[in-house]
Structure formats: C-alpha cells, structure tokens
C-alpha cells in the first residue's frame, strides 16, 4: 500500500500545474503537457478501479496528434477530429490485447476516452 500511495503522489504531484489561476480553457496543450495529462487520466482510472494498479508504473510508448473522422450511419464523413493519442505499455499483463493501453484528450487536454484497441 505504502508504494501505490507514493506512485501516486508521484504521478499526481506535476498535475498541480493546471490549477493555477491564470489557466486558458481556450487554449490548446502544449506538447510536454499532454504526458502529465495522460497520466492523470492513467491515474484516475486506477483509483476508479477501472485498471489495475499495476499501470501505474507502466511506460509511455508514444504519443501523437492523430484525426479521426466521425461518420453518419451510411458512412458519409460529418467532420473530422483532431486528437491527442497517448499509449502505454503495462508489461505486467499477460493478455497481449490489454498490454496497450490508448488514451484520448482533445487538444485542450480534455479526457475523451481511452481503450485498448486505439481507436
């Protein structure tokens, strides 16, 4: 217990960034910020008991802007969606279709989402 409550004060300490008074919600992330945010989000799922706390010392494979095109029942494109992409490797766990984990934000660093299939 004692080495989960550090891991998460180590993951969580860098967020206090954000909640400084003079913060834009207007304002795309910058690029060094969408790390601090993805392990929030990492973060938070863990304590929501969503994953397993083994995650939390999982690694940061990639993270990129990727567009995603959000289409209507008979396939027509409606508008297309830019957004950051966050993967991390657990290598803890066995199943290999749950070893990478993808979250989402949008640009402002909003949590969208985050699966194991990227998409």
Avoid: Y
């Amino acid at each position: 217990m004692h080495h989960f409550l550090i891991s998460l004060i180590l993951l969580l300490g860098p967020v206090s960034s954000f909640a400084h008074s003079n913060h834009h919600h207007g304002k795309k992330i910058k690029k060094d910020q969408v790390i601090v945010r993805a392990k929030f989000e990492l973060g938070k799922l863990v304590k929501n008991e969503k994953l397993e706390k083994s995650w939390l010392e999982a690694t940061i494979v990639s993270f990129e802007i990727k567009t995603f095109e959000k289409k209507n029942k008979s396939g027509k494109v409606l508008k297309t969606i830019k957004e950051w992409v966050v993967s991390f490797n657990n290598a803890k766990i066995k199943d290999e279709k749950k070893k990478i984990l993808f979250i989402f934000l949008n640009l402002k660093g909003k949590f969208v989402a985050a699966n194991f299939s990227g998409r």
